[in-house]
């Protein structure tokens, strides 16, 4: 089966400065990625997700990248604030049939202000 | 914004009791999931279930665990008899039918404390 690894494990970053969080997976039919973030005490809470189709995906200060050929997507958050404060999983699927999630280990995330 | 809800947040039980996790799903998801985390470790896949059967387990989801929808919204995660091992955050999760439609959304999880 699909196996997924996050690195690093935690990561911490100055306010304002950019983080980079890489994931590897290794089998070749997954084709959807998504990335949770969890608040400590809160559920995982989708932030982006990219398809295989595509290489990179930006939404306002979050950016994921895919090189398929690789096999490994990586997470960018520029201008860092506390709020990113959280641990974030990545995840990979066939984004067909029923869309099991191979999750990393997650990784923590800590802005200092 | 819909969300998916869980019952108990916290649930501590003897080894060998039977336990059942409920969970409410978002009203117009029709695919349901079941994951697992034990502390420190990876988010880990149970079981999915789409259209009253479960259509994928993984190697974790043996005899004792089973999942039921025992009616128009809640979705259940019944394990027969705990054991230690079985400690561990258990998350549901669920996503529309559409084709293109692949977000899960996940629930705030069940704690699980076997003594």
């Known amino acids: 089966g699909e196996n997924v690894e996050q690195h690093p494990s935690t990561l911490s970053v100055q306010e304002g400065d950019s983080a980079v969080i890489k994931c590897t997976y290794s089998?070749?039919?997954?084709?959807?990625f998504p990335w949770y973030k969890q608040e400590l005490g809160k559920r995982p809470q989708l932030i982006i997700d990219?398809?295989?189709?595509?290489g990179e995906k930006k939404d306002q200060r979050i950016a994921v990248t895919l090189n398929k050929t690789a096999k490994h997507f990586s997470l960018h958050i520029t201008e860092t604030q506390p709020e990113d404060s959280a641990v974030y999983f990545c995840?990979?699927?066939?984004?067909?049939?029923?869309?099991?999630?191979?999750f990393g280990k997650g990784n923590q995330v800590v802005v200092i202000p | 914004e819909p969300e998916v809800t869980q019952t108990p947040s916290h649930q501590v039980t003897q080894m060998g009791q039977e336990v059942i996790l409920r969970c409410v799903p978002i009203?117009?998801?029709?695919?349901f999931y079941w994951y697992r985390q034990i502390l420190g470790q990876k988010v880990e896949f149970l079981v999915s279930?789409?259209?009253?059967?479960?259509?994928?387990k993984s190697e974790i989801f043996d005899d004792q665990f089973s999942v039921e929808r025992p009616d128009g919204s809640n979705f259940t995660l019944k394990i027969r008899s705990t054991k230690l091992e079985d400690s561990a955050m258990y998350f549901c999760?669920?996503?529309?039918?559409?084709?293109?439609?692949?977000?899960?959304?996940f629930g705030p999880g069940t704690r699980l404390t076997v003594l």
């Open positions: 999760a669920s996503r529309e039918a559409s084709s293109g439609k692949s977000e899960q959304f």
């Open positions: 089998d070749s039919a997954s084709n959807y």
């Open positions: 990219i398809r295989s189709n595509v």
């Open positions: 995840a990979a699927s066939p984004q067909c049939g029923n869309n099991r999630l191979a």
């Open positions: 009203s117009n998801h029709l695919y």
């Open positions: 279930f789409y259209n009253n059967e479960i259509s994928e």
